[in-house]
Protein backbone atom coordinates (compact mmCIF):
# COMPACT_ATOMS: atom_id res chain seq x y z
CA UNK A 1 0.00 0.00 0.00
CA UNK A 2 2.76 2.25 -0.66
CA UNK A 3 0.62 4.62 -3.00
CA UNK A 4 -2.92 4.91 -0.93
CA UNK A 5 -3.80 8.50 -1.41
CA UNK A 6 -4.49 10.10 2.12
CA UNK A 7 -5.73 13.49 2.97
CA UNK A 8 -5.56 15.35 -0.59
CA UNK A 9 -8.26 17.50 -1.42
CA UNK A 10 -10.80 16.64 -3.91
CA UNK A 11 -10.90 18.39 -7.15
CA UNK A 12 -13.00 22.02 -7.10
CA UNK A 13 -15.01 21.31 -10.35
CA UNK A 14 -19.00 20.92 -11.09
CA UNK A 15 -18.89 24.19 -9.22
CA UNK A 16 -20.55 27.60 -10.02
CA UNK A 17 -18.22 30.59 -10.54
CA UNK A 18 -21.10 32.63 -9.35
CA UNK A 19 -21.65 30.97 -5.97
CA UNK A 20 -20.68 34.51 -4.96
CA UNK A 21 -22.90 36.25 -2.98
CA UNK A 22 -21.08 39.89 -3.37
CA UNK A 23 -21.47 39.19 -7.04
CA UNK A 24 -25.10 38.53 -7.00
CA UNK A 25 -25.80 40.77 -4.75
CA UNK A 26 -24.23 43.72 -6.35
CA UNK A 27 -25.50 42.80 -9.59
CA UNK A 28 -28.97 43.64 -8.26
CA UNK A 29 -27.94 46.65 -6.62
CA UNK A 30 -26.37 48.65 -9.72
CA UNK A 31 -29.46 47.38 -11.43
CA UNK A 32 -29.11 44.43 -13.47
CA UNK A 33 -30.94 41.93 -11.91
CA UNK A 34 -32.76 40.95 -15.22
CA UNK A 35 -29.43 39.26 -16.41
CA UNK A 36 -28.93 36.88 -12.89
CA UNK A 37 -29.79 33.61 -15.20
CA UNK A 38 -27.36 34.59 -17.86
CA UNK A 39 -25.09 35.10 -15.30
CA UNK A 40 -25.40 32.45 -13.45
CA UNK A 41 -24.99 30.36 -16.76
CA UNK A 42 -21.79 31.74 -17.57
CA UNK A 43 -19.99 30.43 -13.92
CA UNK A 44 -22.13 27.05 -14.31
CA UNK A 45 -19.98 26.94 -17.45
CA UNK A 46 -16.88 28.23 -15.90
CA UNK A 47 -17.39 25.41 -13.10
CA UNK A 48 -17.15 22.24 -15.78
CA UNK A 49 -14.48 19.93 -16.32
CA UNK A 50 -14.54 20.74 -20.28
CA UNK A 51 -13.95 24.66 -19.53
CA UNK A 52 -11.09 24.02 -17.29
CA UNK A 53 -9.79 21.53 -19.63
CA UNK A 54 -9.71 24.42 -22.47
CA UNK A 55 -7.94 27.16 -20.35
CA UNK A 56 -5.11 24.49 -19.47
CA UNK A 57 -4.81 23.57 -22.88
CA UNK A 58 -4.45 26.75 -23.97
CA UNK A 59 -2.09 27.87 -21.81
CA UNK A 60 0.14 24.85 -21.73
CA UNK A 61 0.30 25.70 -25.75
CA UNK A 62 0.37 28.91 -26.20
CA UNK A 63 -0.11 30.55 -29.93
CA UNK A 64 2.66 30.30 -32.47
CA UNK A 65 3.47 32.59 -35.01
CA UNK A 66 4.21 31.98 -38.74
CA UNK A 67 5.44 34.54 -40.86
CA UNK A 68 6.01 32.84 -44.14
CA UNK A 69 4.29 30.43 -46.13
CA UNK A 70 6.33 27.68 -47.62
CA UNK A 71 7.08 29.54 -50.59
CA UNK A 72 8.22 32.20 -48.99
CA UNK A 73 5.68 34.67 -49.26
CA UNK A 74 4.81 37.09 -45.74
CA UNK A 75 1.24 35.83 -43.90
CA UNK A 76 1.62 36.96 -40.76
CA UNK A 77 -0.47 34.80 -39.14
CA UNK A 78 -1.09 33.39 -35.72
CA UNK A 79 -2.13 29.54 -35.28
CA UNK A 80 -4.09 28.80 -31.89
CA UNK A 81 -4.76 25.60 -30.38
CA UNK A 82 -8.84 24.54 -30.33
CA UNK A 83 -9.58 25.38 -27.25
CA UNK A 84 -8.28 28.70 -27.68
CA UNK A 85 -11.04 29.19 -29.97
CA UNK A 86 -13.65 27.20 -27.71
CA UNK A 87 -12.75 29.77 -25.25
CA UNK A 88 -13.45 33.03 -27.17
CA UNK A 89 -16.37 31.37 -28.98
CA UNK A 90 -18.16 31.32 -25.46
CA UNK A 91 -17.31 34.40 -24.17
CA UNK A 92 -18.56 35.87 -27.56
CA UNK A 93 -21.57 34.14 -27.48
CA UNK A 94 -22.41 35.33 -24.13
CA UNK A 95 -21.61 39.03 -24.74
CA UNK A 96 -18.50 39.38 -22.92
CA UNK A 97 -17.41 41.49 -25.51
CA UNK A 98 -19.01 44.89 -26.97
CA UNK A 99 -22.17 43.36 -27.08
CA UNK A 100 -23.16 45.84 -24.54
CA UNK A 101 -23.12 48.54 -26.59
CA UNK A 102 -25.74 46.73 -28.62
CA UNK A 103 -28.11 46.55 -25.55
CA UNK A 104 -29.92 49.37 -24.26
CA UNK A 105 -31.73 47.62 -21.27
CA UNK A 106 -30.13 49.60 -17.83
CA UNK A 107 -27.92 47.94 -16.50
CA UNK A 108 -26.08 46.34 -19.70
CA UNK A 109 -22.65 47.16 -18.78
CA UNK A 110 -22.84 45.76 -15.06
CA UNK A 111 -24.21 42.44 -16.56
CA UNK A 112 -21.63 42.27 -19.01
CA UNK A 113 -19.33 43.20 -15.45
CA UNK A 114 -20.50 39.88 -13.44
CA UNK A 115 -20.23 37.79 -16.85
CA UNK A 116 -16.49 38.58 -17.35
CA UNK A 117 -15.73 38.00 -13.74
CA UNK A 118 -17.83 35.02 -13.74
CA UNK A 119 -16.08 33.38 -17.01
CA UNK A 120 -12.48 32.61 -14.55
CA UNK A 121 -11.40 29.94 -16.53
CA UNK A 122 -8.33 31.95 -18.65
CA UNK A 123 -7.56 35.60 -18.21
CA UNK A 124 -5.70 35.06 -21.80
CA UNK A 125 -8.18 34.95 -24.11
CA UNK A 126 -9.50 38.10 -21.69
CA UNK A 127 -7.78 40.52 -23.79
CA UNK A 128 -9.41 40.52 -27.20
CA UNK A 129 -12.77 40.51 -25.51
CA UNK A 130 -11.48 43.44 -23.34
CA UNK A 131 -10.38 45.54 -26.24
CA UNK A 132 -13.13 44.35 -28.31
CA UNK A 133 -15.58 46.03 -25.51
CA UNK A 134 -13.59 49.04 -25.35
CA UNK A 135 -12.92 50.45 -29.08
CA UNK A 136 -16.38 51.06 -29.48
CA UNK A 137 -16.40 54.09 -27.50
CA UNK A 138 -13.50 55.56 -29.16
CA UNK A 139 -14.53 54.18 -32.95
CA UNK A 140 -17.98 56.03 -32.33
CA UNK A 141 -15.66 59.45 -33.11
CA UNK A 142 -15.81 58.26 -36.97
CA UNK A 143 -19.60 57.91 -37.60
CA UNK A 144 -18.96 56.46 -41.02
CA UNK A 145 -16.77 53.79 -39.33
CA UNK A 146 -18.83 53.07 -36.53
CA UNK A 147 -21.90 52.66 -38.59
CA UNK A 148 -19.53 49.75 -40.69
CA UNK A 149 -18.26 47.93 -37.88
CA UNK A 150 -19.93 48.21 -34.87
CA UNK A 151 -23.07 45.87 -35.56
CA UNK A 152 -19.97 43.41 -36.47
CA UNK A 153 -18.13 44.20 -33.17
CA UNK A 154 -21.22 43.58 -31.06
CA UNK A 155 -22.75 40.51 -32.44
CA UNK A 156 -22.19 37.49 -30.96
CA UNK A 157 -20.40 35.25 -33.56
CA UNK A 158 -17.07 34.32 -33.25
CA UNK A 159 -15.92 33.85 -37.20
CA UNK A 160 -12.08 33.71 -36.72
CA UNK A 161 -9.83 33.99 -39.92
CA UNK A 162 -8.17 37.15 -41.79
CA UNK A 163 -10.51 37.97 -44.28
CA UNK A 164 -12.40 41.72 -45.74
CA UNK A 165 -14.02 42.48 -42.23
CA UNK A 166 -17.27 43.76 -44.05
CA UNK A 167 -17.81 40.12 -45.23
CA UNK A 168 -17.42 38.19 -41.57
CA UNK A 169 -20.25 37.71 -39.35
CA UNK A 170 -18.72 39.12 -36.18
CA UNK A 171 -15.32 41.16 -35.74
CA UNK A 172 -12.95 41.43 -32.48
CA UNK A 173 -10.86 43.94 -32.12
CA UNK A 174 -7.38 44.85 -30.55
CA UNK A 175 -5.02 47.90 -29.77
CA UNK A 176 -1.39 48.71 -30.95
CA UNK A 177 -0.29 51.83 -28.97
CA UNK A 178 3.10 51.47 -26.91
CA UNK A 179 6.57 52.01 -28.35
CA UNK A 180 9.64 50.59 -28.01
CA UNK A 181 11.17 54.28 -26.73
CA UNK A 182 7.75 55.49 -24.84
CA UNK A 183 5.52 52.70 -23.42
CA UNK A 184 3.11 54.77 -21.12
CA UNK A 185 3.79 57.91 -22.86
CA UNK A 186 2.12 57.92 -26.00
CA UNK A 187 3.18 61.35 -27.07
CA UNK A 188 6.77 59.74 -27.87
CA UNK A 189 5.31 57.62 -29.93
CA UNK A 190 7.55 58.23 -33.91
CA UNK A 191 5.12 55.89 -36.03
CA UNK A 192 3.91 58.42 -38.50
CA UNK A 193 0.70 58.64 -40.42
CA UNK A 194 0.92 60.50 -43.89
CA UNK A 195 -2.59 61.23 -45.39
CA UNK A 196 -3.36 60.09 -49.14
CA UNK A 197 -5.37 61.37 -51.44
CA UNK A 198 -7.87 58.67 -50.71
CA UNK A 199 -8.84 59.42 -47.45
CA UNK A 200 -6.81 56.67 -45.90
CA UNK A 201 -3.36 57.41 -44.15
CA UNK A 202 -0.34 55.03 -44.58
CA UNK A 203 1.45 54.50 -41.38
CA UNK A 204 4.89 53.89 -41.21
CA UNK A 205 6.92 52.48 -37.55
CA UNK A 206 6.84 50.11 -34.93
CA UNK A 207 4.78 49.13 -31.58
CA UNK A 208 6.60 46.99 -29.28
CA UNK A 209 3.10 45.50 -27.83
CA UNK A 210 0.51 44.17 -30.20
CA UNK A 211 -1.90 41.67 -28.43
CA UNK A 212 -4.43 39.58 -30.10
CA UNK A 213 -2.49 40.33 -33.61
CA UNK A 214 -4.94 38.29 -35.51
CA UNK A 215 -7.77 40.52 -34.67
CA UNK A 216 -9.70 42.22 -37.46
CA UNK A 217 -8.95 45.89 -36.56
CA UNK A 218 -7.01 47.79 -34.49
CA UNK A 219 -6.87 51.32 -32.88
CA UNK A 220 -3.50 52.85 -33.16
CA UNK A 221 -1.78 56.09 -32.60
CA UNK A 222 0.32 57.80 -34.96
CA UNK A 223 1.88 61.32 -35.40
CA UNK A 224 0.41 62.79 -38.61
CA UNK A 225 1.01 66.49 -39.61
CA UNK A 226 -1.54 68.27 -37.14
CA UNK A 227 0.08 65.59 -34.25
CA UNK A 228 -0.72 62.27 -32.72
CA UNK A 229 -3.64 60.76 -34.03
CA UNK A 230 -6.18 57.77 -33.56
CA UNK A 231 -6.46 55.67 -36.61
CA UNK A 232 -8.60 52.92 -37.77
CA UNK A 233 -6.32 50.32 -39.00
CA UNK A 234 -7.48 46.83 -40.40
CA UNK A 235 -5.78 43.26 -40.98
CA UNK A 236 -7.33 42.92 -44.07
CA UNK A 237 -8.46 45.68 -46.23
CA UNK A 238 -11.49 46.13 -48.38
CA UNK A 239 -11.48 43.80 -51.14
CA UNK A 240 -8.92 41.14 -49.52
CA UNK A 241 -5.85 42.16 -49.80
CA UNK A 242 -3.64 41.69 -46.65
CA UNK A 243 -2.77 45.00 -45.03
CA UNK A 244 1.46 45.47 -44.83
CA UNK A 245 0.89 44.87 -40.72
CA UNK A 246 4.24 42.73 -40.29
CA UNK A 247 4.34 40.47 -37.10
CA UNK A 248 7.64 40.20 -35.91
CA UNK A 249 7.71 37.87 -33.11
CA UNK A 250 5.40 36.99 -30.14
CA UNK A 251 6.78 37.94 -26.47
CA UNK A 252 7.59 35.66 -24.01
CA UNK A 253 5.76 36.49 -21.32
CA UNK A 254 6.05 35.59 -17.50
CA UNK A 255 1.91 34.57 -17.85
CA UNK A 256 -0.62 35.24 -20.14
CA UNK A 257 0.47 32.30 -22.07
CA UNK A 258 -3.30 31.99 -24.37
CA UNK A 259 -2.81 35.40 -25.72
CA UNK A 260 -0.33 36.17 -28.08
CA UNK A 261 1.66 39.48 -27.67
CA UNK A 262 3.46 40.77 -30.76
CA UNK A 263 5.69 43.47 -31.90
CA UNK A 264 4.65 45.25 -35.40
CA UNK A 265 5.95 46.79 -38.06
CA UNK A 266 3.59 49.02 -40.25
CA UNK A 267 5.33 49.33 -43.86
CA UNK A 268 3.16 51.23 -45.20
CA UNK A 269 -0.25 50.21 -44.09
CA UNK A 270 -3.69 51.68 -44.59
CA UNK A 271 -5.39 53.45 -41.78
CA UNK A 272 -8.85 55.33 -41.29
CA UNK A 273 -8.75 58.36 -39.23
CA UNK A 274 -10.65 58.16 -35.94
CA UNK A 275 -11.69 61.48 -34.45
CA UNK A 276 -9.63 64.50 -35.71
CA UNK A 277 -5.62 64.77 -36.34
CA UNK A 278 -3.75 65.86 -32.72
CA UNK A 279 -6.34 64.37 -30.46
CA UNK A 280 -5.45 61.11 -30.51
CA UNK A 281 -5.28 61.11 -26.76
CA UNK A 282 -8.54 62.58 -26.55
CA UNK A 283 -10.09 60.03 -28.91
CA UNK A 284 -8.75 56.90 -26.50
CA UNK A 285 -9.92 58.27 -23.42
CA UNK A 286 -13.34 56.01 -23.08
CA UNK A 287 -11.17 53.29 -24.58
CA UNK A 288 -9.17 54.04 -21.57
CA UNK A 289 -11.80 54.03 -19.22
CA UNK A 290 -13.35 50.96 -20.44
CA UNK A 291 -9.67 48.77 -20.19
CA UNK A 292 -9.44 49.89 -16.64
CA UNK A 293 -12.69 49.05 -15.45
CA UNK A 294 -11.67 45.13 -17.00
CA UNK A 295 -7.79 45.77 -15.22
CA UNK A 296 -10.44 45.80 -11.84
CA UNK A 297 -12.80 42.91 -13.21
CA UNK A 298 -9.90 40.78 -13.93
CA UNK A 299 -8.12 41.02 -10.84
CA UNK A 300 -11.28 41.09 -8.95
CA UNK A 301 -12.08 37.60 -11.08
CA UNK A 302 -8.23 36.65 -10.60
CA UNK A 303 -8.67 37.28 -6.58
CA UNK A 304 -11.81 35.71 -6.30
CA UNK A 305 -10.60 32.33 -7.25
CA UNK A 306 -7.57 32.11 -6.02
CA UNK A 307 -9.60 32.69 -2.69
CA UNK A 308 -11.84 29.93 -3.61
CA UNK A 309 -9.16 27.43 -4.18
CA UNK A 310 -7.74 28.36 -0.52
CA UNK A 311 -10.77 27.82 1.36
CA UNK A 312 -11.54 24.69 -0.90
CA UNK A 313 -8.39 23.44 0.35
CA UNK A 314 -8.18 24.46 3.64
CA UNK A 315 -11.69 22.73 3.93
CA UNK A 316 -10.53 19.28 3.28
CA UNK A 317 -6.98 19.13 4.34
CA UNK A 318 -5.73 18.00 7.60
CA UNK A 319 -2.76 18.93 9.72
CA UNK A 320 -1.90 19.16 12.93
CA UNK A 321 -5.05 16.97 14.31
CA UNK A 322 -7.20 18.74 11.97
CA UNK A 323 -8.89 20.70 9.75
CA UNK A 324 -7.24 23.38 7.82
CA UNK A 325 -10.16 25.76 8.11
CA UNK A 326 -10.36 25.03 11.89
CA UNK A 327 -6.89 26.51 12.71
CA UNK A 328 -7.20 30.06 13.94
CA UNK A 329 -4.14 31.19 12.34
CA UNK A 330 -5.94 29.78 9.18
CA UNK A 331 -8.55 31.42 9.54
CA UNK A 332 -7.81 35.00 10.17
CA UNK A 333 -5.97 34.58 6.82
CA UNK A 334 -9.12 33.00 5.10
CA UNK A 335 -11.37 35.73 6.41
CA UNK A 336 -8.62 38.36 5.52
CA UNK A 337 -8.65 37.25 1.52
CA UNK A 338 -12.51 36.79 1.72
CA UNK A 339 -12.70 40.72 2.75
CA UNK A 340 -9.78 42.12 0.16
CA UNK A 341 -11.88 40.21 -2.52
CA UNK A 342 -15.35 41.18 -1.49
CA UNK A 343 -14.28 44.45 -0.93
CA UNK A 344 -12.17 44.34 -4.84
CA UNK A 345 -15.81 42.91 -6.20
CA UNK A 346 -18.27 45.33 -4.77
CA UNK A 347 -16.52 48.27 -5.60
CA UNK A 348 -15.82 46.79 -9.19
CA UNK A 349 -19.79 46.68 -9.37
CA UNK A 350 -20.08 49.74 -8.16
CA UNK A 351 -17.79 51.10 -11.20
CA UNK A 352 -19.75 49.20 -13.96
CA UNK A 353 -22.77 51.00 -12.44
CA UNK A 354 -21.28 54.28 -12.80
CA UNK A 355 -20.16 53.15 -16.13
CA UNK A 356 -23.58 52.19 -17.39
CA UNK A 357 -25.11 55.85 -16.04
CA UNK A 358 -22.03 57.65 -17.62
CA UNK A 359 -22.26 56.52 -21.20
CA UNK A 360 -26.13 57.34 -21.20
CA UNK A 361 -24.99 60.70 -20.17
CA UNK A 362 -25.27 61.04 -16.25
CA UNK A 363 -22.24 63.88 -15.49
CA UNK A 364 -22.52 62.88 -11.72
CA UNK A 365 -21.65 59.36 -12.35
CA UNK A 366 -19.28 60.41 -14.82
CA UNK A 367 -16.87 62.64 -12.83
CA UNK A 368 -16.89 59.33 -10.13
CA UNK A 369 -16.20 57.03 -12.66
CA UNK A 370 -13.78 59.40 -13.81
CA UNK A 371 -11.97 59.39 -10.64
CA UNK A 372 -13.05 56.79 -8.87
CA UNK A 373 -11.58 54.05 -11.78
CA UNK A 374 -7.59 55.54 -11.57
CA UNK A 375 -8.07 55.19 -7.55
CA UNK A 376 -9.24 51.94 -7.78
CA UNK A 377 -7.15 50.52 -10.82
CA UNK A 378 -4.35 51.45 -8.79
CA UNK A 379 -4.98 49.87 -5.37
CA UNK A 380 -7.47 46.88 -6.46
CA UNK A 381 -4.46 45.65 -9.23
CA UNK A 382 -1.77 46.11 -6.94
CA UNK A 383 -3.48 43.84 -3.75
CA UNK A 384 -4.47 41.24 -6.55
CA UNK A 385 -0.53 39.43 -6.47
CA UNK A 386 -0.48 39.83 -3.01
CA UNK A 387 -3.77 37.82 -2.68
CA UNK A 388 -2.66 35.38 -5.27
CA UNK A 389 0.50 34.36 -3.04
CA UNK A 390 -1.29 34.46 -0.11
CA UNK A 391 -3.83 31.85 -1.34
CA UNK A 392 -0.85 29.34 -3.33
CA UNK A 393 0.81 29.55 0.27
CA UNK A 394 -2.40 28.09 1.43
CA UNK A 395 -1.99 25.15 -0.50
CA UNK A 396 1.54 24.77 0.84
CA UNK A 397 3.85 23.03 -1.78
CA UNK A 398 0.54 21.67 -3.34
CA UNK A 399 -0.04 25.10 -4.67
CA UNK A 400 3.95 25.87 -5.60
CA UNK A 401 3.44 22.94 -8.79
CA UNK A 402 1.52 23.96 -12.22
CA UNK A 403 -1.24 21.48 -11.86
CA UNK A 404 -2.71 23.33 -8.87
CA UNK A 405 -3.68 26.03 -11.07
CA UNK A 406 -1.97 28.16 -8.72
CA UNK A 407 1.07 29.49 -10.37
CA UNK A 408 -1.23 30.47 -13.66
CA UNK A 409 -3.45 32.81 -11.15
CA UNK A 410 -0.58 34.24 -9.22
CA UNK A 411 2.05 34.75 -12.82
CA UNK A 412 -1.46 36.66 -14.73
CA UNK A 413 -2.17 39.38 -12.12
CA UNK A 414 0.82 41.74 -11.66
CA UNK A 415 -0.25 42.63 -15.38
CA UNK A 416 -3.30 43.82 -14.36
CA UNK A 417 -1.08 46.13 -12.85
CA UNK A 418 0.88 46.86 -15.88
CA UNK A 419 -1.93 47.12 -18.67
CA UNK A 420 -3.26 50.46 -19.53
CA UNK A 421 -0.87 52.09 -17.06
CA UNK A 422 1.19 50.92 -14.49
CA UNK A 423 0.77 51.83 -10.44
CA UNK A 424 2.40 55.03 -10.95
CA UNK A 425 0.65 56.11 -13.92
CA UNK A 426 -2.77 55.27 -12.17
CA UNK A 427 -1.94 56.92 -9.12
CA UNK A 428 -0.61 60.05 -10.70
CA UNK A 429 -3.65 60.02 -13.12
CA UNK A 430 -5.97 60.25 -10.25
CA UNK A 431 -3.69 63.05 -8.73
CA UNK A 432 -4.13 64.62 -12.41
CA UNK A 433 -7.99 64.51 -11.97
CA UNK A 434 -7.80 66.18 -8.81
CA UNK A 435 -5.93 69.33 -9.83
CA UNK A 436 -7.49 69.99 -13.01
CA UNK A 437 -10.96 68.53 -12.53
CA UNK A 438 -11.93 68.81 -9.24
CA UNK A 439 -15.73 68.09 -9.86
CA UNK A 440 -14.67 64.47 -9.86
CA UNK A 441 -12.71 64.65 -6.23
CA UNK A 442 -16.30 66.05 -5.36
CA UNK A 443 -18.25 63.19 -6.66
CA UNK A 444 -15.60 61.09 -4.64
CA UNK A 445 -16.76 62.75 -1.33
CA UNK A 446 -20.27 62.68 -2.41
CA UNK A 447 -20.30 58.95 -2.77
CA UNK A 448 -18.20 58.48 0.60
CA UNK A 449 -20.33 60.29 2.85
CA UNK A 450 -23.23 58.39 1.93
CA UNK A 451 -21.60 55.96 5.01
CA UNK A 452 -21.17 58.83 7.03
CA UNK A 453 -21.37 57.81 11.17
CA UNK A 454 -18.57 55.19 11.30
CA UNK A 455 -16.12 56.09 12.90
CA UNK A 456 -13.06 54.23 11.55
CA UNK A 457 -14.08 55.64 8.30
CA UNK A 458 -15.10 59.16 9.22
CA UNK A 459 -11.58 58.97 11.02
CA UNK A 460 -9.73 57.95 7.54
CA UNK A 461 -11.72 60.39 5.73
CA UNK A 462 -10.74 63.49 8.13
CA UNK A 463 -6.88 62.11 6.93
CA UNK A 464 -7.17 62.11 3.57
CA UNK A 465 -8.78 65.75 3.74
CA UNK A 466 -5.42 66.61 5.61
CA UNK A 467 -3.85 64.98 3.33
CA UNK A 468 -5.07 66.83 0.44
CA UNK A 469 -4.76 70.21 1.70
CA UNK A 470 -0.82 70.19 0.87
CA UNK A 471 -0.24 69.83 -2.68
CA UNK A 472 3.55 71.02 -2.81
CA UNK A 473 5.23 67.10 -2.31
CA UNK A 474 1.86 65.75 -3.54
CA UNK A 475 3.64 63.58 -6.38
CA UNK A 476 5.93 62.02 -4.23
CA UNK A 477 3.39 61.01 -1.56
CA UNK A 478 0.56 59.88 -4.38
CA UNK A 479 0.59 56.57 -3.44
CA UNK A 480 0.04 56.76 -0.21
CA UNK A 481 -2.61 59.29 -1.00
CA UNK A 482 -4.28 57.57 -3.57
CA UNK A 483 -4.02 53.88 -1.43
CA UNK A 484 -6.17 55.51 1.34
CA UNK A 485 -8.77 57.11 -1.13
CA UNK A 486 -9.26 53.67 -2.25
CA UNK A 487 -9.53 52.13 1.14
CA UNK A 488 -11.97 55.04 1.80
CA UNK A 489 -14.38 53.68 -1.33
CA UNK A 490 -13.86 50.21 -0.57
CA UNK A 491 -14.73 50.73 3.14
CA UNK A 492 -17.46 53.05 2.80
CA UNK A 493 -19.14 50.51 0.28
CA UNK A 494 -19.11 47.50 2.35
CA UNK A 495 -20.54 50.25 5.31
CA UNK A 496 -23.66 50.66 3.07
CA UNK A 497 -24.11 46.82 1.38
CA UNK A 498 -22.11 44.18 2.50
CA UNK A 499 -22.60 42.40 5.92
CA UNK A 500 -21.67 43.78 8.83
CA UNK A 501 -18.98 41.22 9.69
CA UNK A 502 -17.09 41.91 6.53
CA UNK A 503 -17.44 45.67 6.99
CA UNK A 504 -16.37 45.35 10.55
CA UNK A 505 -13.60 43.16 9.39
CA UNK A 506 -12.22 45.82 6.86
CA UNK A 507 -12.67 48.96 9.01
CA UNK A 508 -10.98 47.46 11.84
CA UNK A 509 -8.11 46.32 9.58
CA UNK A 510 -7.81 48.93 6.63
CA UNK A 511 -9.09 51.79 8.16
CA UNK A 512 -6.63 51.26 11.64
CA UNK A 513 -3.27 53.23 11.68
CA UNK A 514 -1.65 50.16 12.54
CA UNK A 515 -2.63 47.78 9.92
CA UNK A 516 -0.40 45.33 9.29
CA UNK A 517 -0.48 44.23 6.06
CA UNK A 518 0.27 40.96 5.77
CA UNK A 519 -3.11 38.63 5.42
CA UNK A 520 -3.87 36.86 8.42
CA UNK A 521 -3.61 40.27 10.43
CA UNK A 522 -7.38 40.87 11.42
CA UNK A 523 -7.55 41.57 14.94
CA UNK A 524 -9.30 39.43 17.62
CA UNK A 525 -13.10 39.85 18.72
CA UNK A 526 -14.30 39.84 14.86
CA UNK A 527 -16.86 37.16 14.00
CA UNK A 528 -15.01 35.31 11.09
CA UNK A 529 -17.48 32.10 10.23
CA UNK A 530 -19.59 34.15 8.29
CA UNK A 531 -17.19 35.97 6.43
CA UNK A 532 -15.40 32.48 5.06
CA UNK A 533 -18.59 31.63 4.54
CA UNK A 534 -19.59 33.89 1.69
CA UNK A 535 -16.15 32.68 0.03
CA UNK A 536 -17.10 28.61 0.05
CA UNK A 537 -18.53 27.26 -2.91
CA UNK A 538 -20.67 24.01 -3.35
CA UNK A 539 -18.87 21.40 -5.07
CA UNK A 540 -21.01 18.38 -6.15
CA UNK A 541 -20.03 14.93 -4.35
CA UNK A 542 -18.44 12.45 -6.92
CA UNK A 543 -20.53 9.98 -8.39
Known amino acids: MTHEVLNQVPPLVGHSTTDDPALIEGLHREGAGWAEDEVREVGRLAGTAEAQDWARLAERHPPTLRTHDRYGHRVDEVEYVPAYHSLMETAVSHGLHAAPWADDRPGAHVARAAKFMAWSVDAGHGCPISMTYAVVPALRQNASLAATFEPLLTSRTYDFGLRDPATKRGLIAGMSMTEKQGGSDVRANTTTATPRSDGTYELVGHKWFTSAPMSDLFLTLAQAPGGLSCFLVPRVLPGGERNTMRLMRLKD???????????????????????????????????????????????????????????????????????????????????????????????????????????????????????????????????????????????????????????????????????????????????????????????????????????????????????????????????????????????????????????????????????????????SGLDLAPIIDRATVTVPAPE
Open 253 to 523: KLGNHSNASSEVEYDGASGWLVGEEGRGVRTIVEMVNMTRLDCVIGTSMGMRTALVEAVHHARHRHAFGKLLIDQPLMRNVLADMAVESEAATTTMLRLAGANDHAVQGDSQEAALRRIALAVTKYYVCKRGPVLAGEALECLGGNGYVEESGMPRIYRELPLLSIWEGSGNVAALDALRAIAKEPHTLDAYFEEVQQAAGETRLDDAVARLKKELTAFDDIELRARRVVELMALILQGSLLVRYAPSAVSDAFCASRLSRDWGGAFGTLP
